[in-house]
Nanobody, 121 residues
Framework: QVQLVESGGGSVQAGGSLRLSCVAS????????MGWFRQAPGKEREAVAA????????DYTDSVKGRFTISQDNAKNTVYLQMNRLKPEDTATYYC??????????????WGQGTQVTVSS
């Protein structure tokens, strides 16, 4: 059974940083894609970043390029999202996902419970 547990969310001021973590169990993160997605109130869930360490592939949505970094610790079966220079529009619930590929929400089968990120101006 695949389980994804996110942590690291919180409230920061614009320009600040947060680091999200996602620990996977029942799933070997290094062999497949892992992704971060987010959903703001009243909006659809959207992709943030995805990583496939086995294939050396990393993808970002345009709005976070240069500010966010996705990485992976295979020994800990954990994926991270380092978020720098946060903006109020980054406010959302952030979800870790597995069992899919790329940056398409509908491609992923497994989801964590989400962690809230709030950025104040």
């Amino acid at each position: 059974q695949v389980q994804l547990v996110e942590s690291g969310g919180g409230s920061v001021q614009a320009g600040g940083s947060l680091r999200l973590s996602c620990v996977a169990s029942g799933y070997t993160a290094s062999r497949y894609y892992m992704g971060w997605f987010r959903q703001a109130p009243g909006k659809e869930r959207e992709a943030v970043a995805a990583i496939y360490s086995g294939g050396g592939r990393i993808d970002y949505t345009d709005s976070v390029k240069g500010r966010f970094t996705i990485s992976q610790d295979n020994a800990k079966n954990t994926v991270y999202l380092q978020m720098n220079r946060l903006k109020p529009e980054d406010t959302a619930t952030y979800y870790c996902a597995a069992g899919g590929w790329g940056l398409m929400v509908q491609n992923y089968n497994y989801w964590g419970q989400g962690t809230q990120v709030t950025v104040s101006s």
